[in-house]
């Protein structure tokens, strides 16, 4: 039976939420690249946190959660790519944040952080990451793996886009 035959199937039978081969998935907005049940994309400028946020909302996603080991895998790889034509992006914003409370790291979708990919070494000499270095680190940002960085500095970003139901 082909995978439509089987959603329709789960549609009918009210099981659209019930198993992962029941999940219907929109294409991805052009310009959006596609891994899993996500879309994702790159900017094209430098925000602060909280306008790179803001932007990603504007376009119908979120800045980028990474929730697995698989999904951040696929995400480093992209970033990597994606970071040898640049020669300023050091730093892309994540949506994470302790903004509410310090330490309490979040999503912008609202979950705790389950799976976590802390990199190990700072510039500042700091061994160990989060390091909420002077105490202004609330934003999580990619620079080869997560770190805790200023989030009025301005850096790319990485939107995210659920597609599938
Ligand atoms: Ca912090
Ligand atoms: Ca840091």
Redesign the pocket.
């Known amino acids: 039976m082909s995978k439509i035959c089987i959603c329709l199937l789960c549609i009918i039978l009210g099981l659209s939420h019930a198993a992962n081969n029941c999940s219907l998935c929109q294409e991805c907005p052009p310009g959006w690249t596609r891994n899993g049940k996500s879309c994702y994309f790159f900017s094209i400028s430098k925000e602060t946190w909280i306008r790179a946020k803001g932007a990603c909302e504007n376009m119908g996603g979120h800045l980028a959660t990474l929730a697995t080991v698989t999904e951040d895998a696929f995400v480093s790889s992209y970033l990597k790519s994606i970071q040898n034509h640049l020669s300023d992006g050091k730093y892309i914003w994540l949506g994470g944040h302790d903004l509410f409370s310090e330490g309490q790291w979040k999503w912008v979708t609202g979950e705790n952080f389950s799976y976590t990919n802390w990199r190990i070494g700072?510039e500042?000499g700091?061994e160990q990451?989060?390091?909420?270095?002077m105490g202004m680190?609330h934003c999580l940002d990619w620079s080869n793996g997560w770190?805790?960085?200023i989030c009025h500095h301005k850096h790319y970003f990485l939107c995210e886009n659920d597609i599938c139901e």
């Not at 990451?129 to 270095?133: A, G, L, M």
Request: charged share 35%; no cysteine; glycine share 0%.
């Open positions: 700072e500042n700091h990451n989060p390091d909420n270095f680190e770190n805790d960085n």
